[in-house]
């Protein structure tokens, strides 16, 4: 684990040390020309002023001590072989025949020499070690650069204090997170927050939405399921008690198959509860694939034809070659839904049709019926958990619309509730997103 203060201050101390070292490169490079330029246009100056002036009388000329700077000036006269120096030096520089600026290794040293010869027997020499060039140029540098390494300290101090204070609002938000209570789902505030940090918290505030909209949808349906278990649980125990005090085979046998239906009643209960349960977690990251709907509605009324014949049930289809993305198996579970609620609503001799269209972008499926109909008021709570029309006499949980809605809001689709078959009944219509070839 790291932290985010010291890697900030590390890679501003590296980038600045990085920055520093470019500089002074640059700046002694830049130092190192301008000097050059100068000092070669004093040794030019020079050798042209002794051209100017001296009088070729060698012999009258004695040796100097080297300025501050280690000009050396040499003058040679080749017809007499008099040399003259203006500082000892342990030989003289050799006749050169080009004239002008060159860099001669010279007694181990190397020089930076200007030549002019005044006439043809005397020459003139100008010379100045690079070294000392260097030394110069590096001194410039240094003077420019000392305000910049005195200012160091203190960038790197008030980088310290601007960094700790732009954390200060992180460390603020860790604080308040860490001191909250596993129950306390409120938002964070945002009040007062950089862009950098405020952007974090209200991704957070909207987990914590999230967070809490799920929790209160499971609290719900654990209180719903263990209400709704607890009836047919208390019916079989009754049962049982029954079947225990009967006197005859008859009222023993009678008593059984009842509780054979209770525990069928019960086991489609837990059925429903364990789809709903799989249904709800991360159903998002489910793999869709392409799904034929007409396929789908063709095994739905092949499974399901036999409860609608046992009720003299006309179950007929209208389907195009229609596809959307989806869970097949979500997909079939939302039509036999649909189309058992129907089976189950509706009266013998009734008619349900299973129909699908294309709308514009979009796949209609609608299951239709000529039963009783759901009243407009009740058209709202009918998708809602463990809830029944009143008035229903059909077995039943409350579930199955439940389940059919969730699986709708999983495929991004609608679902609407309106007039059946022959002007009475109840039409499921749904809408789901098409793949249009």
Not at 124 to 148: C, E, G, M, N
Not at 341 to 353: D, K, M, S, V
Not at 402 to 418: C, D, L, N, P, S
Request: charged share 20%; glycine share 6%.
């Amino acid at each position: 684990m790291y932290s985010i203060r010291d890697r900030l201050l590390w890679t501003f101390c590296i980038a600045l040390l990085l920055a520093g070292v470019a500089a002074t490169y640059m700046t002694f490079i830049s130092a190192r020309g301008e000097v050059d330029r100068f000092l070669d246009t004093e040794l030019e100056q020079i050798a042209v002023s002794l051209s100017a002036h001296t009088d070729g009388a060698l012999s009258n000329m004695k040796a100097t001590s080297s300025d501050e700077q280690h000009i050396v000036i040499q003058l040679r006269d080749s017809a007499t072989g008099q040399t003259y120096l203006s500082a000892n030096i342990p030989s003289a520089f050799p006749d050169t025949d080009v004239e002008g600026f060159a860099n001669v290794r010279h007694e181990g040293q190397t020089w930076r020499i200007f030549s002019l010869k005044k006439n043809e027997t005397l020459s003139i020499i100008a010379a100045q070690p690079v070294d000392v060039r260097v030394k110069l140029a590096f001194t410039s540098a240094l003077h420019i650069l000392q305000p910049l390494v005195l200012l160091l300290p203190f960038l790197v101090v008030a980088v310290w204090l601007l960094v700790g204070q732009g954390l200060a609002s992180l460390n603020r938000t860790a604080k308040i997170v860490s001191t909250r209570s596993s129950t306390s789902l409120e938002p964070l505030p945002v009040k007062g927050l950089p862009v950098e940090v405020k952007q974090l918290v209200v991704a957070l505030n909207d987990l914590l939405a999230k967070l809490e909209q799920s929790l209160e949808s499971q609290k719900r349906f654990a209180s719903d399921a263990a209400h709704e278990l607890r009836t047919p649980l208390t019916a079989l125990k009754l049962q049982v008690q029954l079947a225990e005090r009967a006197k005859t085979e008859e009222s023993r046998q009678k008593a059984f198959n009842r509780l054979h239906a209770g525990i069928d009643r019960a086991t489609g209960l837990v059925q429903q509860l364990l789809v709903i349960a799989r249904l709800d977690p991360d159903a998002h990251k489910k793999p869709f694939v392409v799904v034929n709907l007409a396929d789908v509605i063709g095994s739905v009324v092949d499974e399901l034809s036999v409860l609608a014949q046992q009720k003299n049930i006309a179950l007929e289809t209208n389907t195009v070659d229609l596809r959307v993305e989806g869970m097949e198996d979500a997909l079939k579970l939302l039509i036999t839904n649909l189309t058992d609620n129907a089976i189950r609503y509706t009266q013998p001799e009734g008619r349900i049709l299973l129909s699908i269209r294309q709308q514009d972008h979009l796949a209609i499926i609608e299951v239709s019926d000529n039963g009783p109909g759901i009243a407009p008021e009740e058209r709202k709570r009918v998708f809602d958990r463990f809830y029944r029309a009143l008035g229903t006499k059909a077995q039943g949980h409350g579930l199955g619309l439940a389940i059919v809605k969730r699986i709708v809001e999983i495929h991004h689709g609608e679902i609407q509730i309106e007039d059946g078959l022959d002007g009475k009944g109840t039409t499921m219509r749904i809408q789901l997103p098409a793949l249009i070839a």
